[in-house]
């Protein structure tokens, strides 16, 4: 066996005199070594940050600044108005030297310049326009920027040695000008973007504009792939397109601002082979802004035509997109000769902004003479013949997305058969005859009816359901249902429709019940009033006397906290889609609503996202049933940012598990009294344009009797039906506590609130529990005010959908969640 350990056996030792030798040279060849490494280091980090300094830093970037500028001491001629006249070439010598003069004196502006160019004069006294250039290195660029933006920086300075300038000037200011020239490439799609989209910002004081062009005989088509600018107000940041290369108001197309849900058409066409796209921002906003496409296509020669047949569908050139400026299309529409002729439009949206469509006089639909414009839900228009003749004309300016239309043959003497007929030719069902909806947009369904046991009779003799009647709304129209329940002079009426003495308004005593007589007694809504349980508590413990001061905008707690955690209740997408039809919502409409489901179930109930980490729901959604324990997070899914049931893969959608689940102590299941549910999220979903949290009312919030509630859900679409694949929504109104407890027999307590469907067609069913019912506000932020509960069935008539009364389940929500 070998010895590992005898390591000396043929171990061979340098001579003594080599290891001296080693020593000497070894440190002196390290040093040299070591030298030469840091001279080559330096000499590559030298030329590495000159190359950089050269190459990036210090490259050279144009710049051109559109801008204009009032002179003050100046008269305005006639003659200003031409550029080749002398007295233009004089005055744009002086107002270029001001100019000139003004850039001098600004370190971060003069050593750039390279040109000044006048280009206009108009009146008041005279306004001068011009654009400079500038020629910065990059590293300079923002401090320009920010000088040409800041007013301060531009304005004439006393020069001692000029004490009396020619001309005196103010108001100048300065526009980012950034300027492209496209042109469409045949069969090809060309893409431009907003400046640094999308990883940065686009410019502030910033005039931009995209000239595109097609061949000769070709029209342009333009799609706004993504928008995102600063929300839309007065003076807010705005793309306006163009039917000309030249930015004048008669061939306006469009103007947009804010953000559009993917599914708002933004695709315009031009009449010619032109269009130019301007982009105009303001001094404030950091917003990603827009990716857009173009290309060209055959002018279109000629639409309309002849369409003969029993029916037939036709739409406005290229619907649904815009269509085009400067057109006129004929229809001529034929059925057999033994039938009638009738249109429908499924689709209608021929809108001019500011024309009235009582006017229609500028794009517009005509049909046997009558012209149709603006926006309409579904509408027939009937002939009394088999002939129809349908023009549509579009003017120079503001386009829409147009019609889809459909023309049927029908029997004069039975225009709907098995049906109701509209005074429209509009066909319903006859369920909806005198059921106190107008389901005729002229009302004629509702006319002439004997009204039921369970109707109220207007004083115009129309038949409303007997729930509506002292509800705070108007329904009949003429007030009649409002009349026999106002109060008398002396008396106050609540909120709830009750009437309580004049002198008991902000007497400190809640005498309607729901605190309506007390809240707003002060014109100072931060003056403090003595804590009730109807008065809003601020965090510092004073109470006022507003309703509801949360998130409204204004600060009424002396420490502010009515507006703290106001994060909510506000849709990403202010436009939203106008081509889905009926009760489908857009993507991102309701963006707190959560599908919740059950492993190899799929969707069992609604939520509502509340914050990054905690849902509201329903606790009958987790009640056992066929011996599965509902109330295991570990089942569960929520899917937050969902449209669509059958795109839960989709790149917006957020998934996430559930932590825990905390029911209501008191949820009764069988008077489904405290129907409410808190859930915690595994991990904190992340704020999206589709992701948003709603607001949660205060224990004190009123939401008043009458008002207009939307509710939400992926639930089944008709009683015993199945559930919707696209996320529904129905507005239903709040229905007085009293009366929706005579017609449900007793079964309400203060923990439900009924709310009844206006429109009609669709309640709250099953699969939509624990799903959001949502208020907008006046501040237009919406409020959770209820949850998905029960109902006696689902959309039969005079039995309201039931929902957990939120204010009144408040404080156990706080506690629970700390929100
Ligand atoms: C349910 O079964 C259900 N019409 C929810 C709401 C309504 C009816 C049933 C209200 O989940």
Redesign the pocket.
Known sequence: MRDMNNLDEGVEFLPAMNSKKMEKRGPRRQVVITVLIVVVLLVSLTTGLLFWHFKYRNTPVQKVFNGHLRVLNWEFLDAYENSSSPEFSMLAKKVKSTVEEIYKNHADIGPYHKETVITAFSEGSVIAYYWSEFLVPKYREESLDRAMADKQSLVQRWNPRLRNPTLKVESVIAFHSCMFSLHAKEGEVTSFTTPGFPNSPYPNNALCYWALRADASSSISLTFKTLELEPCRDDSDYIKVYNSLSPVEPHALVRLCGNYAPSYNLTFLSSQNVMLVTLVTNKEGRFPGFKAEFFQLPKMKACGGTLKGDSGTFTTPYYPAHYPPDMDCVWNIEVPSIKNVKVRFNMFFVLEPGIPVSSCTKDYVQINGTRYCGEHSQFVVASTTNKIELRFHSDQSYTDTGFSAEFLSYDSSDPCPGKFTCNTGRCIDRSMRCDGWLDCVDGSDERSCTCTEQQFRCRNGWCKPRFWVCDNVNDCGDNSDELQCSCSDDSFKCDNGKCVPSTQKCDGKDDCGDGSDEGSCSTAGQSTVPCKEYTYKCRSGHCISKQNPECDGEQDCEDHSDEDNCNCGLRSYVRKSRIVGGQNSDVGEWPWQVSLHVKGQGHICGASLVSASWLVSAAHCFLPLQGIRYSDPSLWTAYLGLTDQGDRSGPNVQTRKIKRIISHPFFNDYTYDYDIAVLELQSPVTFTAVVQPICLPDATHNFPVGKDLWVTGW?ATAEGGTGASILQKAEIRLINQTVCNQLLTDQLTPRMMCVGILTGGV???????GGPLVSVEPSSRMFLAGV????????QRN?P??YSRLTSLRDWIQKHTGL
């Not at 309640?763 to 529990?769: E, L, P, R």
């Not at 998905?788 to 959309?795: F, Q």
Request: proline residues 0%; aromatic residues 6%; contains cysteine.
């Open positions: 639930g309640d709250a069913c099953q699969g939509d529990s998905v509960s029960w109902g006696d069935g689902c959309a039995k959908g039931v």
